[in-house]
């Protein structure tokens, strides 16, 4: 018991940091990964305003940011962290490579979003005289709400799970806690107790998303 009175103080810092980690990047990661998927969206064949091109440039750069593991992603941006925060150690560096690593991932789901939007909403909208951004704006983020809270809730959950291995190199949070505490002193129970606290975290935000996105399918 005197054991784990020193070891809970620790843990809640560990969990503080986890939802600062996640919470920024989610945060950063919601202002340039719904742009990204509405330029997707806007510039493919088909789309309002097709750019064969940049379309393709566009989706080369987020399918190589999907196709790289967050492990290998983490040591490519170490100088860009290093550039941006000073340091590649804590939790605030993590943000870094949690917000590039989560961008694409993101911009597909708001992609496949807008996709589901039925034609003819933006047909009649162009039809009466809107202009193709006025278009996005009114007609195809309002339409596809409920799918992009649902993307927006995955990807929350997503960062989760890449702060915890972001914690395998010194990023702070659950994940650097269970190595350090639970792992590296053959201590199941407090390994044990991480990983049921992060799949409270999980089940509680999935949760959340899961309830906003339903009122806002019957708004």
Not at 40 to 67: E, F, Q, S
Not at 96 to 121: D, M, Q
Request: aromatic share 6%.
């Amino acid at each position: 018991m005197s054991d784990w009175n020193r070891i809970w103080p620790q843990l809640l810092d560990a969990t503080w940091e986890t939802l600062y980690m996640v919470g920024v990047a989610a945060l950063v990661t919601v202002l340039l990964g719904v742009p990204l998927g509405v330029l997707l969206t806007v510039t493919a064949p088909g789309g309002l305003a097709p750019r064969p091109l940049l379309h393709r440039l566009a989706g080369l750069v987020v399918n190589l940011g999907r196709a790289l593991p967050f492990i290998i992603l983490l040591v490519l941006v170490a100088p860009v962290t290093r550039g941006i925060v000073g340091t590649t150690i804590g939790s605030t560096a993590a943000i870094v490579p949690l917000t590039i690593g989560a961008v694409p991932f993101l911009a597909r789901l708001v992609e496949s979003s807008l996709r589901e939007v039925a034609a003819g909403k933006v047909e009649a909208a162009l039809s009466m005289g809107a202009r193709r951004r006025d278009v996005v704006r009114t007609v195809l983020l309002p339409e596809a709400r409920p799918s992009l809270v649902a993307g927006v809730t995955v990807t929350v959950v997503a960062l989760i799970s890449y702060s915890a291995m972001a914690g395998a190199v010194g990023g702070g949070g659950l994940g650097d806690f269970a190595i350090r505490f639970g792992y590296q002193q053959f201590r199941t129970d407090i390994t044990l107790a991480t990983v049921v606290l992060l799949l409270v975290i999980v089940q509680a935000l999935q949760w959340a998303g899961d309830r906003w996105a339903r009122s806002l399918a019957h708004a």
